[in-house]
């Protein structure tokens, strides 16, 4: 009997140690409580280029993490990228002249939708759009517009 | 002398590989009465067992098990039929991690809902029998080779059976631990109304408690009957079996290529 | 001539091998409900496949994770990206290592221990004698412990992960002096549940039911002498290795493609 005792013992020491190893995973390592259901309302807004934002990427005023990009589509009438953005509700009060741009956290880090306040009193309702979006910076288009400067520059 | 017929071999063949391990063989195993099958090493006396007890499938003929033909059974058929047959095995084949107690109980749990001081007094009562009640809690790796011999008869018993297969039940035994089974075989089958098959080449004890007898060489039955008409045999294989003479119709040498032979191709 | 006879031959024994492996893998999956049932057998064989197994997944997983943050701190400094450290860390361990390593380490450990256990019973007649009691070996010896198999290797695989992890937060930021903020935060924005982590635990499950099945059935189809049981063992161990490193890439190759 006590050989029995033992194993029982055992075998849940064993999955103890497994349910605290899930909930490291979980906690502390994966973004599981972010795809946990919270409360949320949707809004969207048009960009002329993504860059490499991605299903999920985190929605930030001021660097805090308000939301989560649900979907990137084509808007099929002005062939722009149609992202729609899950924003909880505890942030519902949006203002509606707020604008959204895509950025990168540091120099190779991953991109999220910034989204900088506006002024007006009227807020964001679900489904509306943000209209004052800015791309994600691309790096060829970019070296390009340089380029010109520098030789516009020297034409001077 | 066979009155009520138990098992029925019937033109028994089976291969091993290339080999032919029984030819035609036919047999009958009476009901109620200690029948031993002899013979040599190697002449698949166990083998014989395993296809009475339907593991394996003979090649051709049938083997008639209370008038049921083994190999026709279905799944369920047979392993009803098999509660009703013990086997003991050449080393005891006791579950290794089971004590002594639930190694007897087994079979009982398996095919039973007993209520545990029940089972408990069952299982208790056959270790009884034979002799080993006070080792119940030991586990198998902690028994002598006779004493696990012995528990597995009580294992092989306690489903109470219409018939129980001793696979070499004397081998390796010193001569104390082989003179207890011997009494015990003969107790069992005499108390629990068995009949026994005994399946061995140790002579002088198989044929004290055999109430017929046959030997087997070469696929083929040589001869058959009581214990007393083996002794008077005339054959003479028969008689180098039973006396264990060195040579004689069983040959001392493998097959082989006389000398001559072997120096005049290069 | 030679030749052809050897192709022939041995093609006809990998076909009668694996005509065998898959009826002996359709007996034993109808069997596998009917372990769930015996608790107690159950028990004792995810003690014997998990637990015992529990030393060696810990000591791994914590020095696999330790090399992990290592290297990828010596590779990521070039680039100026060491906060990603713990990104790399625990992407492959969950996504590759984890499963893999644990996966390569079970076989060894109790794989090969199922293997001569049943090998060990086929010998000294013990599946016979169950067969003899009206028993089925398949519910009573092999279910079990495939079912066991299957329960404890997804957990030592998570246990493998998180001692990686925490092995690489040791060295990265215990030793090397990494902030540990960056250490968390960046690898909680990448590390994905339900892509990662999900698809490492059925990488797991998948690897389980290949080991168990390659050593139960060179267990149960051993050659019952002890020579026999000692090959079948060795076997077992190249077998299921291999067979989950291949099993591997092809799951790789569905799941992050």
Same mark, same amino acid.
């Given at each position: 009997m006590s050989r029995q005792v033992k194993i029982e013992i055992w075998v849940g020491l064993l999955v103890l140690m497994t349910l605290i190893a899930v909930a490291f995973i979980a906690l502390?390592?994966?973004n599981f409580s972010a795809i946990q259901d919270r409360p949320s309302y949707q809004i969207h807004a048009l960009f002329s280029h993504v860059g490499g934002l991605t299903q999920r990427a985190p929605v930030k005023v001021s660097g805090v993490? $308000?939301?989560?990009?649900a979907s990137i589509e $084509?808007?099929? $009438?002005?062939y722009r990228a149609k992202v729609t953005m899950d924003i909880y509700?505890?942030?519902?009060?949006?203002?509606?002249?707020s604008s959204a741009s895509i950025l990168t956290a540091g120099l190779l880090g991953s991109q999220y939708v910034g989204i900088e306040v506006g002024g007006e009193e009227d807020v964001l309702k679900p489904g509306?759009?943000?209209?004052y979006t800015q791309s994600a910076l691309v790096l060829e288009n970019l070296i390009g517009q340089l380029m010109v400067k520098l030789t516009d520059g020297g034409d001077k | 002398m066979p009155t009520d017929c138990l098992i029925e071999i019937q033109n028994l063949t089976f291969y091993r590989g290339e080999r032919k $391990?029984?030819?035609?063989l036919s047999l009958t195993i009476p009901r109620g009465q200690v029948t031993a099958i002899m013979g040599p090493s190697g002449t698949g006396k166990t083998t014989l067992l395993k296809l009475i007890a339907g593991q394996l499938k003979p090649h051709a003929g049938r083997i008639l098990v209370e008038g049921q033909d083994v190999h026709q059974l279905s799944r369920t058929a047979l392993y009803q039929l098999r509660q009703r047959m013990g086997m003991l095995f050449q080393t005891g084949?006791? %579950?290794?991690?089971?004590t002594v107690f639930e190694n007897v109980a087994f079979p009982l749990r398996e095919h039973f809902k007993l209520a545990e001081p029940l089972l408990r007094t069952l299982v208790l009562m056959k270790l009884e029998a034979v002799g080993l009640r006070g080792a119940?809690? %030991?586990?198998?790796?902690? %028994?002598s080779g006779g004493m696990a011999r012995r528990v597995a008869l009580a294992r092989a018993s306690v489903l109470d059976p219409k018939m129980v297969f001793y696979d070499?039940?004397?081998?390796?035994?010193?001569p104390i631990t082989m003179g207890v089974l011997v009494d015990l075989i003969r107790k069992l089958n005499t108390s629990l109304d068995l009949s026994s098959i005994l399946v061995s080449h140790d002579v002088n004890e198989v044929l004290s408690i055999a109430d017929f007898a046959c030997v087997l060489s070469e696929g083929k039955i040589v001869a058959q009957g009581t214990a007393q008409d083996l002794l008077n045999s005339d054959s003479e294989y028969v008689r180098q079996f039973i006396q264990g003479?060195?040579?004689?119709?069983?040959?001392?040498?493998?097959p082989v290529k006389p000398w001559a032979d072997e120096w005049s191709t290069p | 001539m030679i030749f052809l006879r050897y192709l022939g031959s041995s093609s006809l024994e990998v076909l009668q091998a694996l005509g065998k492996l898959a009826f002996f893998v359709f007996s034993v999956f109808p069997a596998l409900p009917y372990s769930v049932w015996r608790f107690r057998l159950l028990l004792k064989q995810i003690y014997f496949t998990g637990v015992l197994s529990l030393p060696i997944i810990l000591t791994a997983g914590l020095f696999v994770g330790m090399v992990l943050g290592l290297q990828g701190h010596n590779i990521l400094t070039s680039f100026n990206a060491e906060e990603a450290v713990g990104t790399m860390t625990a992407l492959s361990l969950i996504r590759e290592l984890g499963p893999v390593v644990a996966a390569l380490l079970f076989a060894g450990r109790a794989g090969s221990a199922l293997t001569a256990e049943v090998g060990l019973m086929k010998s000294t007649e013990q599946l016979s004698a169950l067969e003899m009691m009206a028993v089925d070996p398949m519910k009573f010896v092999v279910a079990p412990r495939l079912l066991a198999c299957i329960i404890t290797l997804p957990m030592l695989a998570m246990i493998f992960i998180a001692m990686g992890i925490f092995g690489g937060y040791l060295v990265a930021?215990?030793?090397?002096?990494?902030d540990e903020g960056a250490f968390w935060a960046h690898m909680n924005d990448q590390v994905d549940w339900h892509e990662d982590v999900i698809n490492g635990l059925i990488k797991a499950i998948a690897f389980a039911v290949l080991i168990a099945i390659i050593s139960l059935y060179q267990g149960y189809e051993s050659v019952p002498t002890s020579e026999g049981v000692s090959r079948a063992t060795t076997r077992t161990v190249v077998h299921a290795s291999l067979g989950v490193l291949g099993l591997d890439f092809i799951l790789t190759a569905l799941m992050f493609t």
């Amino acid at each position: 009997m006590s050989r029995q005792v033992k194993i029982e013992i055992w075998v849940g020491l064993l999955v103890l140690m497994t349910l605290i190893a899930v909930a490291f995973i979980a906690l502390k390592v994966s973004n599981f409580s972010a795809i946990q259901d919270r409360p949320s309302y949707q809004i969207h807004a048009l960009f002329s280029h993504v860059g490499g934002l991605t299903q999920r990427a985190p929605v930030k005023v001021s660097g805090v993490v $308000i939301g989560r990009v649900a979907s990137i589509e $084509i808007d099929p $009438i002005s062939y722009r990228a149609k992202v729609t953005m899950d924003i909880y509700n505890d942030y519902a009060d949006l203002p509606q002249d707020s604008s959204a741009s895509i950025l990168t956290a540091g120099l190779l880090g991953s991109q999220y939708v910034g989204i900088e306040v506006g002024g007006e009193e009227d807020v964001l309702k679900p489904g509306d759009r943000i209209n004052y979006t800015q791309s994600a910076l691309v790096l060829e288009n970019l070296i390009g517009q340089l380029m010109v400067k520098l030789t516009d520059g020297g034409d001077k | 002398m066979p009155t009520d017929c138990l098992i029925e071999i019937q033109n028994l063949t089976f291969y091993r590989g290339e080999r032919k $391990i029984f030819d035609d063989l036919s047999l009958t195993i009476p009901r109620g009465q200690v029948t031993a099958i002899m013979g040599p090493s190697g002449t698949g006396k166990t083998t014989l067992l395993k296809l009475i007890a339907g593991q394996l499938k003979p090649h051709a003929g049938r083997i008639l098990v209370e008038g049921q033909d083994v190999h026709q059974l279905s799944r369920t058929a047979l392993y009803q039929l098999r509660q009703r047959m013990g086997m003991l095995f050449q080393t005891g084949a006791l %579950l290794t991690d089971l004590t002594v107690f639930e190694n007897v109980a087994f079979p009982l749990r398996e095919h039973f809902k007993l209520a545990e001081p029940l089972l408990r007094t069952l299982v208790l009562m056959k270790l009884e029998a034979v002799g080993l009640r006070g080792a119940f809690d %030991l586990m198998p790796a902690e %028994l002598s080779g006779g004493m696990a011999r012995r528990v597995a008869l009580a294992r092989a018993s306690v489903l109470d059976p219409k018939m129980v297969f001793y696979d070499e039940p004397f081998v390796g035994q010193d001569p104390i631990t082989m003179g207890v089974l011997v009494d015990l075989i003969r107790k069992l089958n005499t108390s629990l109304d068995l009949s026994s098959i005994l399946v061995s080449h140790d002579v002088n004890e198989v044929l004290s408690i055999a109430d017929f007898a046959c030997v087997l060489s070469e696929g083929k039955i040589v001869a058959q009957g009581t214990a007393q008409d083996l002794l008077n045999s005339d054959s003479e294989y028969v008689r180098q079996f039973i006396q264990g003479l060195p040579d004689g119709p069983v040959p001392l040498h493998y097959p082989v290529k006389p000398w001559a032979d072997e120096w005049s191709t290069p | 001539m030679i030749f052809l006879r050897y192709l022939g031959s041995s093609s006809l024994e990998v076909l009668q091998a694996l005509g065998k492996l898959a009826f002996f893998v359709f007996s034993v999956f109808p069997a596998l409900p009917y372990s769930v049932w015996r608790f107690r057998l159950l028990l004792k064989q995810i003690y014997f496949t998990g637990v015992l197994s529990l030393p060696i997944i810990l000591t791994a997983g914590l020095f696999v994770g330790m090399v992990l943050g290592l290297q990828g701190h010596n590779i990521l400094t070039s680039f100026n990206a060491e906060e990603a450290v713990g990104t790399m860390t625990a992407l492959s361990l969950i996504r590759e290592l984890g499963p893999v390593v644990a996966a390569l380490l079970f076989a060894g450990r109790a794989g090969s221990a199922l293997t001569a256990e049943v090998g060990l019973m086929k010998s000294t007649e013990q599946l016979s004698a169950l067969e003899m009691m009206a028993v089925d070996p398949m519910k009573f010896v092999v279910a079990p412990r495939l079912l066991a198999c299957i329960i404890t290797l997804p957990m030592l695989a998570m246990i493998f992960i998180a001692m990686g992890i925490f092995g690489g937060y040791l060295v990265a930021v215990g030793w090397l002096g990494l902030d540990e903020g960056a250490f968390w935060a960046h690898m909680n924005d990448q590390v994905d549940w339900h892509e990662d982590v999900i698809n490492g635990l059925i990488k797991a499950i998948a690897f389980a039911v290949l080991i168990a099945i390659i050593s139960l059935y060179q267990g149960y189809e051993s050659v019952p002498t002890s020579e026999g049981v000692s090959r079948a063992t060795t076997r077992t161990v190249v077998h299921a290795s291999l067979g989950v490193l291949g099993l591997d890439f092809i799951l790789t190759a569905l799941m992050f493609t």
